[in-house]
């Protein structure tokens, strides 16, 4: 089934509003009026398309998390965590201030995203075959690559791209252990 073109730029237009709001404000400060003022549409149009901003804002979410697990589901998790880790920081540089706003902002945004990409197939050795000890190895690399790419930022990026993802993949996947003295 073909979409009319009319609803496809309508929708692009809503989505593109909702991004540019998300890089702004928090999402618990976004409206439907607002967005609908900013998209150029009436309540109405958004409704037709959306039952409330939860329901495009998950749809954003799913779309991203698509993206980012086509992008690393020929590696295996946890063992190839540092392929993940870089594809990461690639991956959250390419969505520019919309991966920004989303790692940075502490909202359930990030965090549902985050739940999305941790729920994918995991091949824990027979060591970890606890839900429990599973839980806390993907919270710890999670949580850990999240506060390294806010730190980043924080720092205004001064490591170069090349370097935070050599620094993230050495410390998520070796430790601190594993740093020279």
């Known amino acids: 089934m073909k979409m009319d073109l009319r609803v496809i730029k309508t929708k692009r237009n809503i989505k593109q509003a909702f991004i540019e709001m998300l890089c702004e404000m928090d999402y618990e400060q976004i409206t ?3 967005l609908t003022e900013r998209a150029m549409i ?11 901003l939860d329901e495009l804002l998950h749809e954003l979410q799913l779309e991203m998390a698509q993206n980012f697990a086509k992008r690393t589901k020929r590696f295996d ?3 190839d965590m540092d392929k993940i880790t870089r594809e990461f920081f690639l991956f959250s540089e390419e969505l520019g201030p919309l991966g920004e706003a989303i790692n940075l902002n502490d909202s359930h945004v990030r965090e549902d995203i985050t739940h999305e990409l941790m729920n994918q197939n995991w091949n824990f ?7 429990h000890a599973q839980n806390i190895i993907k919270s710890f690399i999670s949580q850990a690559t999240l506060a390294i790419y806010r730190q980043w930022i924080a720092d205004e990026k001064k490591l170069s791209l090349d370097e935070i993802i ?5 410390l998520i996947c070796e430790g601190v252990g594993s740093l020279p003295a």
């Open 32 to 34: 439907v009026q607002a």
């Open 125 to 131: 050795p027979q060591k970890y075959s606890s839900p």
């Open 166 to 170: 050599d620094l993230a993949t050495k």
């Open 77 to 79: 998790r946890p063992q």
């Open 42 to 52: 009436n309540r109405k149009t958004f409704y037709s398309h959306y039952q409330n």
